[in-house]
């Protein structure tokens, strides 16, 4: 079945920096990789997301980019604002005719905004 | 966006007790839900994908009978924790999917944290 790494697990960046967090998977067939952040005890909220035959997205400060060969995909924010701290999960999933089958995630990230 | 609704979000049991949480797609209809458990600074492990009108899949490791899944109608999915114990305590979070092509997503619930003395 699919795995799904993530790094780091913790990331603590100035206001203002860009922070960058990074995803493999294994089973080459996935083909839709969403973000999704988390705040303590709420739930996971998606933030952006890309599908397999693009390589890259953007959604104002928030991108994510996706190489299949290599099979990684990373998330990019940039101009990282204290309420960005969160923890992040990257997920992977098979999606056959638009239909998203079980996502599988990533361990998290817990990025640390420091003012 | 979509909304999912979660309940309880909160649950204090007996060890030995069952306990339901309900999942709900408000303004969707979503022929498949899935049920996460996280415990505290981990990531949302898969327990099961529940289908309306069928019997719910379950991940490898997750006892069917001890999570009991039924998917009865197009917004509702309820997940009964029988017989809980205190290793059974943890954060229990729905997903449905809202189909639509490639606008096709995944929404969450609140969440449910479950506490068995």
């Known amino acids: 079945g699919e795995n799904v790494e993530q790094h780091p697990s913790t990331l603590s960046v100035q206001e203002g920096d860009s922070a960058v967090i990074k995803c493999t998977y294994s089973d080459s067939a996935s083909n839709y990789f969403p973000w999704y952040k988390q705040e303590l005890g709420k739930r996971p909220q998606l933030i952006i997301d890309?599908?397999?035959?693009?390589g890259e997205k953007k959604d104002q400060r928030i991108a994510v980019t996706l190489n299949k060969t290599a099979k990684h995909f990373s998330l990019h924010i940039t101009e990282t604002q204290p309420e960005d701290s969160a923890v992040y999960f990257c997920?992977?999933?098979?999606?056959?005719?638009?239909?998203?089958?079980?996502?599988?995630f990533g361990t998290g990230t817990l990025l640390a905004v420091q003012p | 966006g979509a909304v999912v609704s979660q309940h309880p979000s909160r649950v204090i049991c007996k060890s030995g007790t069952s306990v339901k949480i309900e999942c709900r797609s408000l303004d969707f209809q979503a022929t498949t839900m899935f049920w996460y458990r996280q415990f505290p600074k981990q990531s949302l492990m898969l327990m099961a994908t529940s289908n309306e009108g069928s019997k719910a899949t379950y991940e490898q490791g997750v006892e069917k009978d001890k999570f009991l899944i039924n998917h009865a109608s197009l917004t509702l999915s309820t997940l009964t924790v029988t017989s809980a114990h205190p290793e059974d305590s943890s954060f229990y979070i729905c997903?449905?999917?809202?189909?639509?092509?490639?606008?096709?997503?995944?929404?969450f619930g609140s969440g449910t944290q479950l506490s068995v003395l």
């Open positions: 997903s449905a999917r809202r189909t639509g092509g490639a606008n096709e997503k995944l929404f």
């Open positions: 997920a992977a999933s098979i999606n056959y005719g638009g239909a998203t089958n079980k996502l599988i």
């Open positions: 890309i599908r397999s035959n693009v």
